[in-house]
T-cell receptor, first 113, second 112 residues
Framework: EPEVTQTPSHQVTQMGQEVILRCVPI?????FYWYRQILGQKVEFLVS????????KSEIFDDQFSVERPDGSNFTLKIRSTKLEDSAMYFC???????????FGPGTRLTVL | AQSVTQPDIHITVSEGASLELRCNYS??????LFWYVQSPGQGLQLLLK??????LVQGIKGFEAEFKRSQSSFNLRKPSVHWSDAAEYFC??????????FGTGTKLQVIP
């Protein structure tokens, strides 16, 4: 069964550094999303992406964040200058028109020191 | 704005007992409703979803949920819980084609 994959599974970085989290959505999906889950808290929406542009973003998704689909298979989330409070599990999701359901990847745990 | 409330933070049930996890949502029109399960250190797995039609939906692993518009609820049920069901369960609502809003989750503990 096709699934969303994410790399790396765990990323440790120093405050102020740039990180890129990578996702490979399910191949025939056209809608892509990033969510995050701070430890012990609920899953929060960050951004949705369709047709090579952001279609919706939350107030969390400020200028430090950006998303890109650099090729036909990858979908990335970049955090330009990480802060301690960016430490969280980041989930990528993709959706197709047929099932109209978002399928989530296993997540990348980001630790900012 | 859409929102989800899961009033139970933590529930403990005995193996073999029945289970009901509560979920209330807020959304102005007919919502798209989901239940996801997250095992420790794992991602979010879709258990079931409701878009329209029959208000009782069946999901994977023997779970079902019932949509009650009058109560704005979408409670998850299972007749007989197995130890492997111990996990965190998230109810979620999507109002359109974009973001999914999650509840705070209910941690399920299963005791022998």
């Amino acid at each position: 069964e096709p699934e969303v994959t994410q790399t790396p599974s765990h990323q440790v970085t120093q405050m102020g550094q740039e990180v890129i989290l990578r996702c490979v959505p399910i191949s025939n999906h056209l809608y892509f999303y990033w969510y995050r889950q701070i430890l012990g808290q609920k899953v929060e929406f960050l951004v949705s992406f369709y047709n090579n542009e952001i279609s919706e973003k939350s107030e969390i998704f400020d200028d430090q964040f950006s998303v890109e689909r650099p090729d036909g298979s990858n979908f990335t989330l970049k955090i330009r200058s990480t802060k301690l409070e960016d430490s969280a599990m980041y989930f990528c999701a993709s959706r197709d028109r047929v099932t109209d359901t978002q399928y989530f990847g296993p997540g990348t745990r980001l630790t900012v020191l | 704005a859409q929102s989800v409330t899961q009033p139970d933070i933590h529930i403990t049930v005995s193996e073999g007992a029945s289970l009901e996890l509560r979920c209330n949502y807020s959304y102005g029109a007919t919502p798209y409703l989901f239940w996801y399960v997250q095992s420790p250190g794992q991602g979010l797995q879709l258990l079931l979803k409701y878009f329209s039609g029959d208000t009782l939906v069946q999901g994977i692993k023997g779970f079902e949920a019932e949509f009650k518009r009058s109560q704005s609820s979408f409670n998850l049920r299972k007749p007989s819980v197995h130890w492997s069901d111990a996990a965190e369960y998230f109810c979620a609502v999507r109002g359109g084609y974009q973001k999914v809003t999650f509840g705070t989750g209910t941690k399920l503990q299963v005791i022998p």
